[in-house]
T-cell receptor, first 113, second 113 residues
Framework: AQSVTQPDIHITVSEGASLELRCNYS??????LFWYVQSPGQGLQLLLK??????LVQGIKGFEAEFKRSQSSFNLRKPSVHWSDAAEYFC???????????FGDGTTLTVKP | NAGVMQNPRHLVRRRGQEARLRCSPV?????VYWYRQLPEEGLKFMVY????????ESGMPKERFSAEFPKEGPSILRIQQVVRGDSAAYFC???????????FGQGTRLTVV
């Protein structure tokens, strides 16, 4: 079975600074990979996904992520963080079914003014 | 286009009562997934359904929980004889096929008192 690790429970960055959220997964083949964002009391919004092809994927809100097979990682990046990016971020992995995913425990992002 | 619609958004039940959570998938989506999010945790897969069929219920508790996705109408997650530990946010997601990303609803927040 696949598993997902988000090593950072909480990250604080200053507005305008760059951001990288880490995600490592365990799965024997190339999985479906996702990053979601969740604001308090809200549902999950898909930021970006990787199914195959180019390992650098662009998402919404200026986010991007890079799939590195050798490191079993799918880290999320943004060059300049905005205060509205404060939220919880989840990395998810799907094996044979893109909708049936294993989620990490999430990383809470705080943005300092 | 309407996204995944879940209702109610908030549900309060006394211990021992039944909870019924409804999910209307995106129009044209025939694959539905239910997830549970306990406080301060990530999402955990519960069940995957297609119209009139349960495909994968490996994440469902063995007792008191059931799910259906009838030919007509929304998908229903039913929890009988609720206990305090059932208090959580329950999310529904839908997809066109099992190889396409799933879109999440806003969730139903169940509180058992």
């Amino acid at each position: 079975a696949q598993s997902v690790t988000q090593p950072d429970i909480h990250i604080t960055v200053s507005e305008g600074a760059s951001l990288e959220l880490r995600c490592n997964y365990s799965y024997g083949a190339t999985p479906y990979l996702f990053w979601y964002v969740q604001s308090p009391g809200q549902g999950l919004q898909l930021l970006l996904k990787y199914f195959s092809g180019d390992t650098l994927v662009q998402g919404i809100k200026g986010f991007e992520a890079e799939f590195k097979r050798s490191q079993s990682s799918f880290n999320l990046r943004k060059p300049s963080v905005h205060w509205s990016d404060a939220a919880e971020y989840f990395c998810a992995v799907g094996a044979t079914n893109a909708g049936k995913s294993t989620f990490g425990d999430g990383t809470t992002l705080t943005v300092k003014p | 286009n309407a996204g995944v619609m879940q209702n109610p958004r908030h549900l309060v039940r006394r211990r021992g009562q039944e909870a019924r959570l409804r999910c209307s998938p995106v129009k044209g989506h025939s694959h539905v997934y239910w997830y549970r999010q306990l406080p301060e945790e990530g999402l955990k897969f519960m069940v995957y359904l297609q119209k009139e069929n349960i495909i994968d219920e490996s994440g469902m508790p063995k007792e008191r929980f059931s799910a259906e996705f009838p030919k007509e109408g929304p998908s229903i997650l039913r929890i009988q004889q609720v206990v305090r530990g059932d208090s959580a946010a329950y999310f529904c997601a839908s997809s066109v096929t099992e190889n396409t990303e799933a879109f999440f609803g806003q969730g139903t927040r169940l509180t058992v008192v």
